[in-house]
């Protein structure tokens, strides 16, 4: 199933299930519990990211080209750091770059995302997708000089600027996707390929990722895993490629479909 977020008419958040003729259907009850594809179209007003994280894990250096051209070694642990819920963007909506706290090395990096459909700890990886509810696109943006010259030799300030984390299209469940690391992801810039791979080439795959963040840790619904990214992001090229004002950045993965953010600068 493909799942929706979206505001209704009313301005109400809404959930709806779509439909292979492109039109959506209301989804009633909680899509962490229980709900239902009911028999009422749902009238989309403005699609939403699909999900409110819960909480915001993030794992760099996590595919195997990556790390090479970073000149960085393969870890022995997954590498973590987290993102503010409020970084979310919607899909359509603009990826701003900071100028409050100004940032002119602003880098993309599609990425796909799991979301944790119930409480989740100590779960071994035999038994990880257990717990997953679903797959959807994302962009983990990142501000390098604040990541790696000002933040204090930490990641997070770089990471989590407002609508540093696009989400969308649709949240698509479990099971059309039995195999989260065997789909093509890729991500253009106004038409040009940047980045085009295969979630296979993750260093940690999908079921290591639950296990680990889950150790000795409660992952409670709703929690957002971005899983990393390929090789091809902006740092790395020559010269380097930043985001600019007017680019429009689309993420795209096997069986989930197109994430579309134009960049702008963040409003005086």
């Known amino acids: 199933m493909k799942i929706i977020r979206y505001l209704d008419s009313d301005r109400q958040a809404r959930y709806a299930a779509l439909q292979l003729d492109g039109t959506a259907r209301q989804i ?12 009422r179209p749902a009238t989309v007003g403005k699609l939403l990211a699909p999900i409110v994280p819960a909480a915001f894990f993030c794992i760099g250096l996590n595919y195997r080209h990556h790390a090479a051209e970073s000149k960085a070694a393969i870890p022995e642990f997954p590498v973590l750091f987290m993102k503010s819920p409020a970084a979310v963007q919607n899909p359509n909506d603009p990826i701003l770059l900071p100028r409050r706290l100004r940032s002119d090395e602003v ?20 038994k ?18 604040w ?57 940690f795959d999908v079921p290591r990722l639950i296990e680990f963040l889950s150790g000795s840790t409660t992952l ?13 992001v902006g740092f790395a090229r020559k010269p380097p490629r930043w985001l600019q004002a007017g680019d429009v950045v689309t993420v795209t993965i096997e069986k989930i479909g197109a994430l579309v953010n134009q960049v702008a600068d963040e409003p005086s």
């Open 28 to 39: 009633a009850g909680d899509i962490f519990g229980g709900f239902s594809v009911i028999d």
């Open 220 to 232: 409670p619904p709703g929690t957002v895993i971005l899983t990393g990214t390929p090789h091809g």
């Open 128 to 145: 990880a997708f257990d717990y997953v509810l679903g797959y959807t696109c994302a962009n983990d943006v990142s501000a390098r000089d």
């Open 147 to 203: 990541q790696g010259k000002w933040g204090g030799s930490q990641w997070c300030r770089g990471k989590t600027f407002d609508t540093f984390a696009p989400l969308g299209p649709c949240l698509v469940t479990r099971d059309e996707i039995p195999d989260p690391n065997a789909l093509a992801i890729k991500l253009d810039i106004n038409g040009e390929v940047l980045q085009d791979w295969s979630t296979s080439d993750m260093i």
């Open 107 to 126: 880098d993309y990096e599609c990425e796909l995302a799991v979301v944790i459909g119930r409480t989740c700890k100590n779960v071994p990886r035999t």
